[in-house]
C-alpha cells in the first residue's frame, strides 16, 4: 500500500500533473520546468523529487544538465497504468495545452546560463 500511497500523493498536486504532461513532449530540466510554471526552482525541484520518488519520472545526468523525463517502462503496475491514464487525459484543458506548448520551444541554454 505504501507504494500506491506515494504515487497518488505525487498526483494530486496540479503543478505535478503539469509537469507530467509537459514531460510527455520532451525530457527538461529543472531550469526549463521553472520557466514554463514560473515557479521558484526550490518549489519545482520538490515536485521533481516526489514524483521521482513514486517513480513517476526518470533522472539521466547530460553534462551539467539533469534531464527528466517520463518512464519508457515501469516495473510498478500501478506506475504502468496511471502513466497510462495521464497520457489519455488533459487534453482539453487549456492550461496544460499552454504548457505543452511552451515546453516544445524552451531553451535550457538560453536559460541556465
Known amino acids: 500500500m505504501r507504494n500506491h500511497l506515494k504515487v497518488f500523493k505525487a498526483l494530486s498536486d496540479k503543478n505535478r500533473l503539469r509537469i507530467m504532461k509537459m514531460l510527455e513532449v520532451r ?11 514560473n515557479l521558484a526552482p526550490s518549489t519545482v525541484s520538490k515536485h521533481l523529487s516526489l514524483l521521482h520518488e513514486a517513480e513517476l519520472i526518470e533522472d539521466r545526468k547530460e553534462g551539467r544538465w539533469v534531464n527528466y523525463s517520463l518512464p519508457s517502462k515501469s516495473q510498478i503496475h500501478l506506475v504502468s497504468e496511471m502513466l497510462r491514464l495521464l497520457r489519455r487525459s488533459l487534453k482539453d484543458d487549456p492550461e496544460v495545452l499552454a504548457d505543452m506548448e511552451k515546453a516544445k520551444n524552451v531553451n535550457r541554454v538560453e536559460l541556465c546560463r
Open 27 to 37: 525530457p527538461m530540466c529543472v531550469c526549463e520546468i521553472t520557466a514554463v510554471l
